[in-house]
């Protein structure tokens, strides 16, 4: 598939704003790209028509922009599926609260993604937009193909583990998941409370936090709800200018599971950052949080027990097998499980703090290694997994190519609350890697 560089969220909310460009011909060539792609991509369950979306356009500061949402996500005009046949003609009756706040700031929504089966491992049909022989990841595969292969200039996804920084790896883009609280959930189909992310796919840093300035939550209705203020993004040579950066580059007791073209992605991006003026040291985190892993998978199946456990009373042969293994699982664990694997959620999301007064970021693998080839696997969240679980802010970034012409790219992970000092240091690590390309 050829891709062509399209122009960023925030320089085409500049050009509408300054009527620059026409919202109605701008609209029309979204279409027509993804007339032209979707039989082979197959990002989307649906799609609204064009006089739909001419029509749909408000004012705001995202007028007249195009923006695909997760099929995990609900939306009032839309069937959402839930990547699930017990749901596929359920249209809900009201929007999820980010739906409804990109409505009322004039964006357009352009239509629904694939997602695994209820966001768990079962794949959809989405295929990697650089080669679709490959997987675009999951469970934001749709999100993440729509933007990568140029539709649309911003979708919505969520993670659980890792389903937003593993599919912006696998698909070349940028994928930020904010700290746990600060997004809102609610009209999302829960996977699991405790960790339900939702977050951003874009093609740049500056894309992702005009989205999130725009869409995080403005108050703490929702449970676990949290507000901060916006992220304010310096130049590049203001945040050197004030001092030196510091990235740490996590070891893992899960490295050799990494490919070597990852490996060198990781060397390579540190490199290139200290060329640009940062500092890395490398860190190794006691096997405590590593427990986190575990600890994760207990609240995960013991909460998706709880959501599942009327669709497997009611619809047992239409739930895949690895929804109903998830459910086994959660049944499996006692209270006691549960109530330990909170307690050291909440322990880890304290205590990380101590490790950014010594780093301002820490560089890690989003995934493995490129997209795995085949579409019955999205690929290993265990280098998401932690952050997932702790809750701390996380962006991915692209960096090169591998071998096979597959993107390659790398994690960086912020302080808990810490979401403006992580997106100014993934500014800063973008620029350094376009070094890279000139």
Known sequence: MTMKIQKSLVQTCELIRKDQISIDDYLEQSVVLADTLEPTLKAFTVRATLPTLIQQSGLGPLRGIPVAIKDLIDTKDFVTSYGSPIYQDFVPTEDAEIVKKIRNLG??????????????????ATTNPWNGEHTPGGSSSGSAAAVASGIVPLAIGSQTAGSIIRPAAYCGIVGFKAS????????????????????????????????????????TEENDSIVVPELILKPVNEVLDKQKPRFAILNSPFDELLSQEQVDTLKNAAALLKASGASIEELSLPQTYWGGIEALAVLMSCEAAVVHKKHLEQHPKLLGADIKELIEKGNAYSEKDYLEAKKLQMRLRQSIGNYFQRFDAILAPPATGEAPKGLGFTGNPIFCSLWSFIGTPAIALPICKSSNGLPLGVQLIGDYRGDEKLVNMAAFAEASFKALHN
Do not use: C, M, Q
């Open 107 to 124: 964006g357009v929504i352009f239509g629904k993604t694939v997602t695994t089966e209820f966001a768990w491992r079962k794949p959809g």
């Open 180 to 219: 746990y609280g600060v997004v809102p959930r609610a009209g999302v189909h829960p996977v699991s409370s405790s960790l339900d992310h939702i977050g951003f796919l874009t093609r740049s840093v500056a894309d992702a936090v005009y989205a999130f300035n725009l869409l995080k939550n403005s108050s």
